[in-house]
């Protein structure tokens, strides 16, 4: 099994900035990409930002230029740094994780976090 635990998630108010994190523990050979998911009330769900073990980024058209994404491989830890927050970046964030839980494992998996909730005021 694979666990992902989110933090830094909260309220802020427009134009301020928080810290996501997301760790990844369990049965992991390899981690080939972790990411970020937000899902809005009316439970639509859009990817935020994705980065590959190798570094290469991608970003919503919605958050380039605010958000950063970053990854610690030896950690197992995936970041967000969002900034110059807007009241419509208000969603729940999800921490995702393609991973390959063992050497010999033909497919990759993705694995999913609880959520973390964050608001942002205008």
């Known amino acids: 099994q694979v666990q992902l635990v989110e933090s830094g998630g909260g309220w802020v108010q427009a134009g301020g900035s928080l810290r996501l994190s997301c760790v990844a523990s369990g049965t992991i050979f390899s981690i080939k990409s972790m990411g970020w998911y937000r899902q809005f009330p009316e439970n639509h769900r859009e990817l935020v930002a994705n980065i590959s073990s190798t570094g290469s980024t991608n970003y919503a058209d919605s958050v380039q230029g605010r958000f950063i994404i970053s990854l610690e491989n030896a950690k197992n830890t995936v970041y967000l740094s969002m900034n110059s927050l807007k009241p419509e970046d208000t969603a729940v964030y999800y921490c995702?994780?393609?991973?390959?839980?063992?050497?010999?494992?033909?497919?990759?998996?993705?694995?999913w976090g609880q959520g973390t909730q964050v608001t942002v005021s205008s």
């Open positions: 995702h994780a393609r991973v390959q839980e063992y050497y010999f494992s033909v497919y990759d998996y993705d694995h």
